[in-house]
């Protein structure tokens, strides 16, 4: 059998876009934000900012890519030893440009089959059904909610703002982890039971 395709989030999946972008927001606000705060995905639920403002800091973080971090340090090797049983798509909703979220997966040297910029989260079901990829890591919970509907498996990195929805959704298809170690683990176990 050949390899499973899995479709890797990168937003706050494999960049830390939110830490930058708390950084801008809160000199925005004139108040620290706190990580903890941000309990929804739509931010403009939880932070007094509107929809137009909190893109706008988005796509400026992006404009300075090269601030953004990884997640986890170890996320290029870790992707670098998945690929050798999954093929690697990383299919974003990222507001950045494409030429600066190529440069920051360069800059990091994370190996990637291909890259698929769209411009919502329920586009990546649509290409999940088109490219026959049954796996996301994402943390993204209206995507969550959407893929297990659809009877396809996410790994979840837990976050401030997708607690609740793994609280509230036990599925033999959502797997909840704390860091890539984790993700690498359990998605070591799902690509042995789909050979068999
Ligand atoms: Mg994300």
Redesign the pocket.
């Known amino acids: 059998m050949g390899k499973v395709r899995l479709s890797v ?5 494999l ?1 830390g ?1 939110i830490e930058e972008w708390i950084k801008e927001a809160s000199a925005k606000l004139g108040r620290e934000i706190k990580r903890e705060e941000l309990t929804e995905y739509h931010l403009e639920n939880v932070v007094d900012l509107d929809r137009e403002t909190i893109i706008g800091i988005f796509k400026n973080v992006w404009g300075h890519y090269e601030n953004v971090p990884l997640i986890d340090p170890y996320i290029p090797r870790t992707i670098e030893d998945l690929g050798s049983a999954f093929e690697i798509f990383i299919i ?3 507001v950045g440009k494409k030429e600066e979220v190529v440069a920051w997966l360069n800059k990091y040297g994370i190996k990637y089959d291909k890259l698929i910029m769209v411009e919502h ?1 329920k586009d990546k079901l649509t290409l999940s059904e088109e490219y026959n990829i049954p796996i996301f890591v ?3 919970p209206i ?1 969550a909610d959407m893929a297990i509907s659809s009877n396809k498996k996410i790994v979840m990195i837990k ?1 401030p703002w997708n607690l609740k929805f793994i609280d509230e959704h036990a599925s033999d298809n959502l797997f909840a982890v704390s860091d890539w170690k984790e993700a690498e683990a359990v998605l070591r176990k799902i690509s042995e039971s789909m050979d068999n």
């Open positions: 989030d990168l937003d706050d999946t960049a876009t974003t909703a990222a989260a994402d943390d993204n995507l976050k």
